[in-house]
């Protein structure tokens, strides 16, 4: 446990002593945030915050995880799926910043990607790891196994908790916070109840970099993460799932980023299908922030309910080792 606390704290530390410079360097350049015009009033006085804070997070990360872990395939898995997704919103952010707009990369570039991501995300797993085609029900304790499906299992896990931590960063800190708390609880499965030490190492520099960032990225933030951050911190998550074999289990671990995936999912099908809105604006926090909801409440109680979905998470999959 030592050195998951070493790790943590020194990605905490490098997150918080670099990131000052780092906004320095960005707001010379006017690497700043674009808003979509649709988006709440309250957030167009955001416009120009230096973005792409992804790339100290993950720079935090990686210097401890690399100098610090064994380099086990399971946690060098979640630590590529991670780089690779956080690459893909690195190249998905310069590209608004380039083009000055709110929209980055082609759909279809981001899509070809992804799939390149689930498949190496896969063969680590399948062929370096050992796991078989199986997803484990840990609600019910039953094993199923899926076969040539699987790697397309793995491809839906990276890419629905990817798209759902992007959803989630719409609010100062609501998404690093969120994402830690997660990430706390992936640092009890793979130490207290499986004793996968390179996976809670992983998992403590994820969670030492959230905090570091959120030191700056709480609200008012002075920096965003971009996508270059939610998307790594997706693609982090959903590689600890697949090592862990808690996929199905994340649903509920991580039940606050699907309470924002699914807010939008219903919006968009109840107005395509019936004209209607079921909220005032989606992702859901939008919706709270215009029923005049202070930034700062929404925030707090959404960390609130992750914690409460996460520890529940966390006791079913002890239950289920047991």
Known sequence: MGRVLIAGTASLLMCVFLSPKFIVFL???????????????GHHVKAGTPTMGGIIIFTAIAVPFLILSNHSWRAMGVFLAALGCAALGFADDYTKIVKRRSLGLRARTKLIVTVVIAIVLWWIAHYKV??????????????????SFYPVFIYLVLAGTT??????????GLAAGCAAIVLLAYIGITFITTGQKDLALISGCLIGGCIGFLWFNSFPANIFMGDTGSLG????????????QTEVLLVLLGGIFVIEALSVLIQVFTFQTFRKRVFLMAPIHHHFELMAWSETKIILRFWIVASVCSAIGFTIYQQSIR
């Open 163 to 172: 798209s759902a931590v992007n959803l989630t960063d719409g609010l100062d």
């Open 233 to 244: 911190l997706g693609g982090a998550i959903a590689g600890l799932a697949v090592m862990t």
């Open 27 to 41: 707001r010379e350049r006017e690497f700043g945030q674009f808003i979509r015009e649709e988006g709440p009033e």
């Open 130 to 147: 050992g796991l078989q085609n199986e997803v484990r029900l840990r609600f019910v304790d039953v094993e199923l196994d899926i076969g």
